[in-house]
C-alpha cells in the first residue's frame, strides 16, 4: 500500500498527465487514491458547476453529488476518453438532474445584486463582471455557453452532453453571445 500512496504524489501533480495509477487504484478502493483524485479535479468541476447553476451552494452539492456518483460508477470508467472528461460528463448531467428535480426548488439562491462592487478609485467606467453576466444568462444559453465557449466541447460533444440537437446547441450558443455582449455593453464594439 506504501507504493500506491508514493505513486499517487508522483502521478497527480502534472495538469496534463493522466493519473492512471491512481485511477487504477481508486478503481480497487482505495480511499486514499480517490482522496487525490478529488483534490486533483474537484476545483475545476467546482468551476464547472458553478459556472453552470449560478448559485455556490448548488455548485458544491453538485460537485459533492458527482464525486459520490463517480466513486459509485468508478468500476465501470472504460478509459476511453480523459478521467476528467468523465467527471465533467457526470457533472453536468447531476445539474441537469437537480435542475428537473425538486431540490433546486427549495433551495434560496443567491441575491440577485450579489456583493456589493467596491468603487474603482482610479476607473470611470464599471468593471465587467464577465462571471455574474454568464450566471444571468437562461439556463440553456448558458449550459452551451460554458461548455462550448468556456471548456471546449465541440457543437456534438456538448449536444450529447445536454441532450439537445446540434443545431440548438448552435443557436443557443449564438443566443448566448448575443445576450452576453449586450449586458456587457459590447453591442457597438
Not at 462592487?117 to 450566471?135: F, K, S, V
Request: overall charge neutral; proline content about 5%; glycine content about 12%.
Amino acid at each position: 500500500m506504501g507504493s500506491v500512496k508514493h505513486l499517487h504524489l508522483a502521478d497527480i501533480g502534472d495538469e496534463d498527465v493522466e493519473p492512471t495509477a491512481v485511477i487504477a487504484a481508486a478503481g480497487e478502493g482505495d480511499l486514499a487514491a480517490f482522496e487525490a483524485l478529488y483534490r486533483r479535479f474537484a476545483p475545476r468541476l467546482y468551476g464547472l458547476c458553478l459556472r453552470l447553476t449560478g448559485q455556490r451552494e448548488a455548485a458544491e452539492d453538485c460537485v459533492q453529488e458527482s464525486f459520490v456518483a463517480a466513486w459509485r460508477g468508478l468500476g465501470r470508467f472504460e478509459k476511453r476518453s480523459r478521467f476528467s472528461t468523465w467527471l465533467q460528463r457526470i457533472a453536468i448531467r447531476t445539474v441537469i438532474s437537480r435542475r428537473r428535480g425538486l431540490r433546486n426548488a427549495h433551495e434560496v439562491g443567491e441575491p440577485a445584486a450579489g456583493l456589493p462592487d467596491r468603487p474603482d478609485p482610479g476607473g470611470g467606467a464599471p468593471p465587467l463582471d464577465l462571471e455574474r453576466a454568464i450566471a444571468a444568462l437562461p439556463e440553456g444559453a448558458r449550459d452551451v455557453l460554458v461548455l462550448v465557449g468556456i471548456y471546449g466541447y465541440s457543437h456534438a460533444e456538448a449536444a450529447s452532453a445536454l441532450g439537445v440537437a446540434e443545431g440548438t446547441c448552435k443557436a443557443q450558443l449564438h443566443r448566448a453571445r448575443a445576450l452576453l455582449s449586450a449586458a456587457l455593453g459590447l453591442e457597438g464594439s
